[in-house]
């Protein structure tokens, strides 16, 4: 088979990785890609939104299946695209359909989905400008913090957790009046402040079948102990120690299966990866948010314990035929730590040299923010690279990967110290 995956992050290079394992593939693109996929796929360069390039490009690499990565292209249709054009309707899309992807497009349809299907979830109201003193007084009937969502895509950037009534009010003005985050925010979701723990299960699915894969905990915050912005994740464990098998039943039974077969009763064609980001309240878990890919940098840990072979995965949830496959799992423990540039989450620079890389051993460098260039690996995003490691436990795992850390260097490199700590 010839295989495309688009994207350019580590969750990307953790797929190629894999990928590239399989004797099922022939040969493999990753459209940009960065520099780790380099080393070991072909990358295009071109955008994961331009459906027209892509479809010059399946057509003349005559590519069987397309792994989507990000969620940009599947928010807008990049599945329905291929689906309702007779050249490119024979490929295998792994990634749901349009209407599907407003799981994540829209946490209004999100919120609305859920409670329909009756799936636990926080309480929760919705705003645009026009209602703005609506969500004034909405905000009065809750007790702090208060969390405020933007309706859109906002590169994870969109939800704000404020302790202060009036602090939450201008918040909530500036994102609906000042389009704090653009288009992204013209719709506010309010809802009730759950205090728990989370963490982030996967799920496979064709549309009819599931399959889940191992649970993993991220870290968003960009300092230590859990402080300061929000970033798209520095660092993350799997399994996560505190999912019992009675609190995974839980989440199997009052979350994922209303989940699948909500999708079916509401019509939504969905075949790819459901990220479900769950916070546990007691002993019960409850639906923060969908995402309709896998996380990143959970994919790093994910992936590396998945003992199948990814593309046979891939082609029963083209064909339908997900129930055909037992998920194989290492036992190991497996940790991952991300480096970032120096100012990230805000403005940071580009361009600088990654040197260190042949030192490495027992982990994984998995290439995110990193490009090829002159024969060199240079910075070219936030989040650079997630360095993953195995362990017997979690503990072992991340020593392994802070070990190895230390042998890495870019000017202003930084990564959280704390990964894993709070467990």
Same mark, same amino acid.
């Given at each position: 088979?010839?295989?495309?995956?688009?994207?350019?992050?580590?969750?990307?290079?953790?797929?190629?990785?894999?990928?590239?394992?399989?004797?099922?593939?022939?040969?493999?693109?990753?459209?940009?890609?960065?520099?780790?996929?380099?080393?070991?796929?072909?990358?295009?360069?071109?955008?994961?939104?331009?459906?027209?390039?892509?479809?010059?490009?399946?057509?003349?690499?005559?590519?069987?299946?397309?792994?989507?990565?990000?969620? +940009?292209?599947? &928010?807008?249709?990049?599945?329905?695209?291929?689906?309702?054009?007779?050249?490119?309707?024979?490929?295998?899309?792994?990634?749901?359909?349009?209407?599907?992807?407003?799981?994540?497009?829209?946490?209004?349809?999100?919120?609305q989905f859920l409670c329909r299907h009756n799936i636990p979830t926080a309480a929760y109201q919705s705003f645009d400008a026009?209602?703005?003193?609506?969500?004034?007084?909405?905000?009065?009937?809750?007790?702090?913090?208060?969390?405020?969502? /933007?309706?859109?895509?906002?590169?994870?950037?969109?939800?704000?957790?404020?302790?202060?009534?009036?602090?939450?009010?201008?918040?909530?003005?500036?994102?609906?009046?000042?389009?704090?985050?653009? /288009?992204?925010?013209?719709?506010?979701?309010?809802?009730?402040?759950?205090?728990?723990?989370?963490?982030?299960?996967?799920?496979? #699915? %064709?549309?009819?079948?599931?399959?889940?894969?191992?649970?993993?905990? %991220?870290?968003?915050?960009?300092?230590?102990? +859990?402080?300061?912005?929000?970033?798209?994740?520095?660092?993350?464990?799997?399994?996560?120690?505190? /999912?019992?098998?009675?609190?995974?039943?839980?989440?199997?039974?009052?979350?994922?299966?209303?989940?699948?077969?909500?999708?079916?009763?509401?019509?939504?064609?969905?075949?790819?990866?459901?990220?479900?980001?769950?916070?546990?309240?007691?002993?019960?878990?409850?639906?923060?948010?969908?995402?309709?890919?896998?996380?990143?940098?959970? #994919?790093?840990?994910?992936?590396?314990?998945?003992?199948? %072979?990814?593309?046979?995965?891939?082609?029963?949830?083209?064909?339908?035929?997900?129930?055909?496959? #037992?998920?194989?799992?290492?036992?190991?423990?497996?940790?991952?730590?991300?480096? &970032?540039?120096?100012?990230?989450?805000?403005?940071?620079?580009?361009?600088?040299?990654?040197?260190?890389?042949?030192?490495?051993?027992?982990?994984?460098?998995?290439?995110?923010?990193?490009?090829?260039?002159?024969?060199?690996?240079?910075?070219?995003?936030?989040?650079?690279?997630?360095?993953?490691?195995?362990?017997?436990?979690?503990?072992?795992?991340?020593?392994?990967?802070?070990?190895?850390?230390?042998?890495?260097?870019?000017?202003?490199?930084?990564?959280?110290? +704390?990964?894993?700590?709070?467990?």
């Amino acid at each position: 088979m010839t295989i495309l995956i688009l994207g350019s992050g580590g969750r990307e290079h953790t797929f190629a990785w894999k990928i590239v394992q399989s004797p099922l593939c022939q040969k493999l693109f990753v459209a940009p890609g960065n520099s780790g996929t380099a080393e070991i796929a072909e990358n295009i360069d071109l955008k994961v939104t331009n459906f027209e390039a892509i479809k010059k490009l399946v057509l003349e690499k005559q590519i069987d299946m397309v792994v989507v990565g990000p969620e +940009d292209p599947l &928010v807008q249709g990049i599945h329905d695209f291929f689906l309702n054009d007779e050249a490119l309707k024979h490929v295998a899309v792994i990634g749901p359909q349009k209407a599907a992807a407003q799981l994540e497009g829209s946490k209004e349809f999100a919120k609305q989905f859920l409670c329909r299907h009756n799936i636990p979830t926080a309480a929760y109201q919705s705003f645009d400008a026009s209602s703005l003193e609506s969500g004034y007084e909405f905000l009065e009937t809750l007790t702090a913090p208060y969390v405020l969502k /933007a309706d859109g895509l906002a590169a994870g950037k969109g939800v704000l957790i404020l302790n202060d009534l009036n602090e939450a009010k201008a918040e909530l003005k500036s994102m609906l009046v000042d389009a704090k985050f653009g /288009a992204a925010s013209t719709k506010v979701v309010i809802e009730e402040f759950l205090d728990g723990i989370e963490l982030s299960c996967f799920v496979l #699915t %064709d549309g009819k079948n599931y399959k889940i894969l191992p649970t993993a905990k %991220d870290y968003k915050r960009i300092g230590e102990g +859990d402080t300061g912005l929000n970033t798209g994740g520095m660092g993350a464990v799997s399994p996560v120690p505190f /999912a019992t098998e009675s609190f995974l039943n839980k989440i199997e039974e009052r979350i994922v299966k209303p989940t699948v077969v909500g999708l079916q009763k509401d019509g939504l064609d969905y075949k790819g990866f459901i990220f479900i980001g769950i916070i546990k309240v007691g002993d019960d878990p409850k639906v923060i948010e969908y995402n309709v890919r896998m996380g990143d940098p959970e #994919t790093e840990v994910v992936v590396p314990r998945l003992k199948n %072979d990814l593309v046979e995965i891939f082609q029963a949830i083209a064909n339908q035929q997900l129930d055909k496959i #037992t998920i194989d799992i290492d036992e190991r423990a497996a940790t991952t730590v991300m480096l &970032v540039s120096g100012g990230y989450p805000e403005s940071y620079e580009k361009g600088k040299e990654i040197t260190g890389l042949e030192n490495l051993t027992e982990v994984i460098p998995f290439h995110a923010g990193a490009v090829l260039k002159d024969g060199k690996v240079v910075t070219s995003g936030g989040r650079v690279m997630a360095i993953t490691a195995f362990g017997n436990t979690y503990q072992e795992a991340i020593k392994k990967s802070y070990q190895n850390i230390e042998r890495l260097h870019f000017d202003k490199m930084y990564y959280r110290k +704390d990964i894993g700590f709070d467990l």
